[in-house]
């Protein structure tokens, strides 16, 4: 079994940075395909960003993409999600996710095997 713990959201202002992490703890994540997805009240959970178990393979939401970052150290059993250029819009609950894989992410919710309690993160404008 795998814990994940999110942490680093909060209160921003309309063009800030936040820094998520994701610690894991029960197994090491080095062997999981890990990803980020978040949710508002009333709408289905949404993908943000995956990265294969290495590292070399991303991938992102069209709405992120050039401004949200995924990267992982294995050695540390987290995975982050560096968010810059934040807009109202990116406001929602956070969560991280993995499952076990040789290659790849996945965009899906359903693919996932575990996931955090998520964080907060609200962006003013």
């Known amino acids: 079994q795998v814990q994940l713990v999110e942490s680093g959201g909060g209160l921003v202002q309309a063009g800030g940075s936040l820094r998520l992490s994701c610690a894991a703890s029960?197994?090491?994540?080095?062997?999981?395909?890990m990803g980020w997805f978040r949710q508002v009240p009333g709408k289905e959970r949404e993908f943000v960003a995956t990265?294969?178990?290495?590292?070399?393979?991303?991938y992102y939401a069209n709405s992120v993409k050039g401004r949200f970052t995924i990267s992982r150290d294995n050695a540390k059993n987290t995975v982050y999600l560096q968010m810059s250029s934040l807009k109202p819009e990116d406001t929602a609950v956070y969560y991280c996710?993995?499952?076990?894989?040789?290659?790849?992410?996945?965009?899906?919710?359903?693919?996932?095997?575990?996931w955090g309690q998520g964080t907060q993160v609200t962006v003013s404008s």
């Open positions: 996710a993995g499952y076990e894989a040789w290659y790849g992410g996945s965009t899906y919710a359903s693919q996932y095997d575990y």
């Open positions: 990265i294969s178990r290495n590292g070399g393979s991303t």
């Open positions: 029960g197994r090491t994540i080095s062997t999981y395909t």
